[in-house]
């Protein structure tokens, strides 16, 4: 039986192999996470934080709020340190994950830049 060392490396090498076939017009976001080297506990952290912020977002809109703000600092406070904050937005929003609160985001970016 091959060593773990061994066993890991070809893994590693395997993954590298797969993230250049990976479409990554297709799925951004999956290549923004593995190229970040985020474990399944950081991006199902980072991925409930996103539903709760979509779901506040939707609350405050019903409510008539028009300033989001709060939510891009929110967003950007919690963000992994790998995972550069408007490249994070744009592949979200790619792979048609939480639209309606990603589309508000990148409007505020650049809104701000």
Same mark, same amino acid.
């Given at each position: 039986?091959? %060593? ?6 070809? !893994?590693?090498?395997?993954? %590298?192999? +797969?993230?250049?076939?990976? /479409?990554?017009?297709?799925? &951004? ?7 970040? /080297? +985020?474990?399944?506990?950081?991006? #199902?952290?980072? =991925?409930?934080?996103?539903?709760? +912020?979509? #779901? ?8 008539? @709020?028009?300033?989001?703000? &709060?939510? =891009?600092?929110?967003?950007a406070g919690m963000?992994? &340190?790998? !995972?550069p904050l408007e *490249? $994070?937005? /744009?592949?979200? @929003?790619? *792979? *048609?994950?939480?639209? &309606? @609160?990603?589309?508000? @985001?990148? $409007? +505020?970016?650049?809104?701000? %830049?």
């Amino acid at each position: 039986m091959e %060593s773990l060392e061994k066993r890991v490396a070809k !893994l590693e090498f395997h993954q %590298s192999l +797969l993230m250049e076939m990976i /479409d990554e017009a297709k799925k &951004p976001f999956y290549s923004l996470i593995i190229r970040a /080297d +985020l474990t399944k506990e950081e991006v #199902d952290a980072f =991925l409930a934080f996103c539903q709760e +912020l979509a #779901d506040q977002y939707e609350q405050q809109k019903a409510e008539g @709020l028009t300033i989001f703000t &709060p939510l =891009l600092v929110q967003f950007a406070g919690m963000l992994h &340190p790998n !995972l550069p904050l408007e *490249q $994070t937005v /744009d592949a979200l @929003l790619a *792979q *048609q994950m939480f639209v &309606p @609160l990603m589309t508000e @985001l990148k $409007t +505020l970016i650049r809104t701000i %830049s």
